[in-house]
């Protein structure tokens, strides 16, 4: 027969095996927990779904990257244009007038594009994710040479994946993804501690998650 103390210890304890005392402060917790993990979840959704993807196209570039469809063009440029231009020397931020008098002659919008000016030659690098391009003015001819290569869909995924080519404001998007995936995961991990009484298989299920990244790089990546 069960003595009243421990009638009364037991009236005291919760389901997952608490004493009471303990409960109003695990449930806080556990409710900070659970609303920053649906929130940061909800926050970082697209891009765990986009660098997921995109980690599987990356990781088989070869298979889904198309090779490309290339294009050129020629322009001809009157010569008081292509003699201001032959003022600038080394890295250049070409001035508003030039750069609308070369985008109404060539159609490309180079405001805001560093250029190499160098033998005879001044160069812009235009590429952006999924594409590669330039433009070449060679000041001795009077030209202009545009090249532009689309890669397609999947290389633009791709390059956003990496930040490449896409911009400051790209990049900062992904450290603020990043800051997201950092809450998602720490607040999952806290979960899991709250819950690992009730869920025996939690620790041995993620003590498998941690090492085999090691373990993977061990057998078959560090020589």
């Not at 290569?149 to 994946?161: C, K, Q, S, W």
Request: proline share 5%; net charge neutral; with cysteine.
């Amino acid at each position: 027969m069960q003595s009243p103390s421990s009638s009364l210890a037991a009236v005291h304890r919760s389901a997952s095996g608490e004493p009471a005392a303990a409960q109003p402060r695990t449930g806080f917790w556990k409710r900070q927990l659970r609303q920053w993990h649906w929130i940061s979840s909800a926050l970082c959704l697209a891009f765990v779904t986009l660098f997921a993807i995109t980690g599987i196209t990356l990781n088989h570039a070869g298979t889904f990257e198309a090779e490309g469809a290339s294009a050129v063009a020629e322009y001809d440029l009157p010569q008081d244009l292509t003699d201001r231009l032959a003022r600038l020397e080394g890295e250049v931020m070409i001035p508003g007038g030039l750069a609308s008098r070369i985008h109404a002659q060539t159609g490309v919008d180079v405001s805001g594009v560093p250029g190499r000016a160098e033998y005879g030659e001044i160069a812009f690098d235009l590429a952006r994710p999924g594409r590669d391009a330039n433009l070449v003015i060679a000041l001795g001819e009077r030209r202009a040479y545009h090249e532009e290569i689309d890669r397609g869909a999947i290389a633009m995924l791709n390059d956003l994946h990496k930040g490449r080519n896409a911009g400051p404001a790209w990049s900062l998007l992904i450290d603020l993804a990043a800051a997201c995936f950092i809450v998602f995961g720490l607040t999952g991990f806290g979960l899991l501690w709250l819950q690992a009484r009730s869920r025996p298989s939690t620790w041995p299920l993620t003590s498998f998650g941690l090492v085999l990244p090691l373990i993977a790089y061990i057998l078959f990546v560090h020589i």
